[in-house]
């Protein structure tokens, strides 16, 4: 492995993928940032935090005309916030690449960074119904209520990702590396990356 590789993890939810990125990060003692990237983006761009969490992952009609904006007079202000905070967020994906190796889950990580040599991407995925029961268990919802919200923030997962990169949500072309963790579990996933990252 590249002592400088960059790990972005895409992840469906409910697969445990962020468990996956904060293991493997400990694993290789590289920093791990998913709400950390919320934080580093609010501190740069004095944007409020509630404004970020609460705009992430839904993206508005009109990126394309918001970035044509951006070349206007009227610059970034005429943007809808949601653009404005997924520009923020890549514009700080960017940086923390920058510093040194880490792993970055989501926010379209593997997009921001497609032009950069040192980037590795994993998709970690699981059948539904595995995802519906870790949800069961994680948040105590009842199975009617857990399949809605399995079914609502993936489809709202794979909107905002297809919106922002222009690229279809799980298309494997998108990922060096694919993994069902519900047939190895979080610990066989971070081996099975981590054995592809020896053999770079």
């Not at 993928?17 to 983006?41: M, Q, R, S, T, W």
């Not at 996933?189 to 020896?198: C, D, H, M, Q």
Request: glycine letters at 8%; a negative charge.
């Amino acid at each position: 492995m590249n002592s400088n590789t960059v790990i972005t993890i895409s992840r469906e939810f409910g697969s445990g993928g962020h468990l996956v990125g904060e293991k493997l990060a400990k694993e290789l003692g590289i920093p791990f940032y998913d709400n950390e990237l919320i934080l580093l983006a609010v501190n740069e761009s004095g944007l409020g935090q509630e404004l970020f969490e609460n705009m992430e992952e839904k993206p508005t009609t009109s990126f394309l005309y918001s970035l044509s904006m951006m070349s206007s007079t009227a610059g970034t202000y005429s943007m809808p916030l949601n653009d404005k905070v997924f520009l923020v967020q890549s514009d700080t994906i960017r940086k923390v690449a920058e510093k040194g190796p880490c792993v970055i889950v989501g926010r379209c990580a593997d997009y921001v960074l497609e032009n950069r040599s040192n980037v590795v991407n994993v998709f970690i995925h699981s059948p539904f119904e595995k995802r519906v029961e870790r949800i069961m268990q994680e948040r105590n919802l009842p199975r009617e209520k857990a399949e809605s919200t399995v079914s609502k923030s993936s489809k709202k997962r794979a909107t905002y990702y297809n919106y922002y990169t222009g690229k279809k949500w799980g298309d494997v072309n998108n990922y060096h590396l694919a993994i069902d963790d519900s047939e190895v579990g979080i610990d066989g996933a971070v081996k099975l990356i981590l054995e592809y990252l020896n053999h770079l």
